[in-house]
């Protein structure tokens, strides 16, 4: 069946650096890429979301970067502050005019001050 | 104020009980979803819903149904509560954001099956 692999499981940054989290997904047919954050105890809440008519989108300190050929994309976080500090789980769309979503495992990102 | 409720937050039965956890919005949204979650893990579609009458299994809806008989309800019930269902169960609506269809989630029922 359709999947999404989310890579790393776990990353471990200190503050002020960088994190980048990968997916890639199988069903060609995806054509939205939402990445949600988790909180601990708390529910998910979208950050940044992409089209597959658009390479790349940025919203202050997030961006996401999306390759259709390769079916891959990546959560960048710059400037890394430890509030960022989260489970990330991505997400795709899963063929056309279905509105069902496949989750990636997520990544637990930790902020070090 | 426009969101999605979930209710209740926490519940402990045994196993064999029947017992429905409630989930509504408020922002007129037609689609919505019911996803299963272990704390931290990834989350499994159990089932959706595209509006009023409609129903579409998802991954996890072997044993669970759900109804939507107004567009702000979409309640989900187990028929009989086993100890593997302990887990968080998280409710979603969408809408179309600029991009595609943004998913807004409930706050969550943790459930515990003894």
């Known amino acids: 069946g359709e999947n999404v692999e989310q890579h790393p499981s776990t990353l471990s940054v200190q503050e002020g650096d960088s994190a980048v989290i990968k997916c890639t997904y199988s069903?060609?047919?995806?054509?939205?890429f939402p990445w949600y954050k988790q909180e601990l105890g708390k529910r998910p809440q979208l950050i940044i979301d992409?089209?597959?008519?658009?390479g790349e989108k940025k919203d202050q300190r997030i961006a996401v970067t999306l390759n259709k050929t390769a079916k891959h994309f990546s959560l960048h976080i710059t400037e890394t502050q430890p509030e960022d500090s989260a489970v990330y789980f991505c997400?795709?769309?899963?063929?056309?005019?279905?509105?069902?979503?496949?989750f990636g495992t997520g990544t637990r990102l930790k902020v070090l001050a | 104020e426009a969101d999605i409720y979930q209710t209740p937050r926490y519940l402990v039965i045994g196993t064999g009980k029947k017992i429905t956890l409630e989930c509504s919005q408020t922002?007129?949204?037609?689609?919505m979803y019911w996803y299963q979650q272990d704390p931290g893990m990834e989350l499994h579609l159990i089932h959706y819903?595209?509006?009023?009458?409609?129903?579409e299994k998802g991954d996890l809806s072997s044993e669970s149904t759900v109804s939507r008989i107004r567009t702000e309800h979409f309640p989900l019930t187990l028929e009989s509560a086993r100890p593997s269902h302990t887990s968080q169960y998280l409710c979603?609506?969408?809408?179309?954001?600029?991009?595609?269809?943004?998913?807004?989630f409930g706050p969550g029922t943790r459930l515990t099956v003894l």
């Open positions: 979603a609506s969408s809408d179309r954001g600029l991009a595609g269809d943004t998913q807004y």
């Open positions: 069903d060609s047919a995806s054509n939205y």
């Open positions: 992409i089209r597959s008519n658009v």
């Open positions: 997400a795709a769309s899963m063929g056309s005019g279905t509105y069902k979503y496949i």
């Open positions: 922002m007129g949204h037609d689609k």
């Open positions: 819903s595209y509006g009023v009458n409609s129903t």
